[in-house]
């Protein structure tokens, strides 16, 4: 009997290990793509170190080796890996997912999702939408809509800023730029202007686009159709505005030729009033380097979206997750690919991901976490739910108050967008059309097309494949 | 064939010497052409790729925006070779002029610098001086004139590009001429002047008669990337408001192919760029050859 018991025992294990190719005890090894994580950084082999360690802790055996990307664009290097072949088991993607996906190469993590221990009680309602919708990406982080933000000691002496809390309208939001361009509140002549953007109107258009109306990227009209909101009555009413806003020198006049780090410097030497940056982390940094540059009473505020037709930030595409975290079909270790991911949700695992390294990102004392100086450099690189949950309490919040308030309000503010995935046969005829109202808009905002042309771009948008693409929305949409 | 193989084996060293350079030319250039056949295809990461015949160039063909990317293309590179390709020719044959060593070094130094920055940089230097508030602008408004939207304006943007293009490369691509200039013969200069030949006349009868070999090659490999209106240089000056002038083959095929994931299509549209590049080679060649008896080859 002991033998053939034993006999059980040894075939039972040989079925199970010899088709995982593993040996008892030995980690497996989980090939991981992340942008920006270089395998020969000390900082990138200190975490990934401490990963394997607390997962161990919990009996995942795991070794995990970080895939090196070329320099450059990240979303243009990982598909050209992606297309070769190389294929890791965790992959992150910033853009270009769609069409892997489209090809069956990425697991659906809903069964994953739903027996999880820790993911699925830190997902957000965002992230509940965008993954009933597209099954593949996962990246729980807060809401990324773009704020504006303000210097507070010239928000407080500002004439109009009273009226912008009580009425953020859209008349008092261009009294308050107006006030800004005209101030000297450095007592140097600044700012010249009152607001400036990184080329992209998306900046300008998270405080204003939903007070004229736009509160989603397709809008239902009178007859109960979709339409797409850039070539509304309500986009011409704003782009009108912008105009104003350009013409009497209210918005930045290089604001075309601004990349993200221009537009950062002007802010900081206090030659424009008004920036908008990405709520949470990124509104944090914009704080500190503003408070490094001009001393900690140029600490930044949060301005309201205008209010007008409706109120709110840029409304939420739940379509999808823009970027996130997804896992290959075609690996091997799937569930030990999604158990690394759910312990990042759980206490310990968020410890290592928000915190960073003990005594030198953040200290323990009396049983309390005291964040350091240095926490400032360090970002989690996987999940950022709005609670925090670490082993430890917390006695130094995570993010400032500029940063946690943007949050707040980004929460505050949440309305989802109607909108829908192009696909791939309307892809060269949608870019064509993006690149028609980029075009069209921006002359109209410089001056360089008078606005009746609005009328033209409208025209030209639904023959550059607009009818179509309407009347798909339509099919997708009702 | 005994032949070919007692002709290999006797310049078996100089095959030996030319092997590095074929096997490069083969891995790098003439291998990764058999990825064209993907413009044929639909791709697909799992499983074989799907035949489609012409449908990536049906649909390349019936796109108006492809055609406003092949037209911007043509013009700008167009444009370069009118303005920017005299340019080095001209630069070569003052730079021989200069008689000081010393001062003709020191231009030459300062003129092939720029060559060594990335398109990223120049783009950055380009655009504080030339924004709407850069420096060239407070200077015009210092003469009390009006701005002028060099980066944002439909008509002033190519000529940036062909003004960027002959700032980054005209010193650089003087090298060539330089080279052939040099070895023109001292005895032909001697002899023009005893005969009493101006220094100009030497310049117009004597050094551009004797370049013209070397134009007419440049000029024919210059054609061959007539279709490459400088990706990078675009790429990095490319803002909404002159999308629909600057946007050319390689930024559509970037966009389009790589950001899109559409590489089956764009892979149709390099494809495109590629033979046309090989006709405009081939119809230079021969033209070259019927009007001046001297090719490529």
Redesign the interface.
Known sequence: MKKVLSLIVIVSLILILVPLGLKAGEPVKIRLVMKDELPSDPIVINYYDLLEKGLAREGIQVEIELIEMPAG?Y??KL??M??S?D?PDIIYFQ??D???AD???LEDLTPYIESSKYIKSILGPHNIKRMENYPYLLWIKPLTAKVPVIRKDWFNQMETSADLIENPSIDNYYAFLKELRDQDLDGKGNPTYGVTVA??MIELDSIFDQAFGNTSTWLKNENGQFIYCRVTNNEKEKLAFYHKLYAEGILD??Y??KKWD?KEKVFYENQVGVISGTAGKVIDIYDGKMKKANGDEASLMVLPPAIGKAQGYTPVDVSKESRGIAISV?SKHKDIAFRILDFLASPQGQMIDRLGFENEHYQVEDGKIYLTEKSQQWFARFWEPLTFEAARPLATPLLGEAAADSLNRVSYYYTEDINILIP?EY???W??MV?LY??Y???II?G?RPLADFDQFVAAWYK?GGEEITKYANKILK | MKKLIKKINEDKLLYILILPALLYFIIFHIWPMTGMILAFQD????GDNVWVGLKHFR?LFS????FNVLRNTVIISAMKIIFFFPVPIFLSLLINEVSNPKFKKYVQSVIYLPHFLSWVVIAGIW?TFL????SVNQLINFFNLPSV?F???KQQIRWVFVFQEIWRSAGWDSIIYLAAIMKISSAIYEAAKIDGATRLQQMLYITLPQLKSTIITVFILNLGFFMNAGFDQVFNLM???V??VV?ILDTYV???G??????A?ATAASLFKGIIGIILIFTTHFLAKKISGKGLW
């Open positions: 664009n979303a243009e598909n050209l992606l297309l072949g294929i853009g270009g769609k069409q892997i090809q069956g190469l080329g992209k006049p290089a075309l030729t221009t075609l791939e892809v060269a005829k870019d064509a690149n980029k075009e808009s921006s002359d410089t360089k550059a | 791709y697909r990461i799992i649909i796109s108006p925006a492809f655009i924004s709407i508030n850069g939207e980066l944002t304006n803002n909404d408001s999308i629909s946007d970037y966009r389009i790589l950001v899109n994931g559409q590489y299509y």
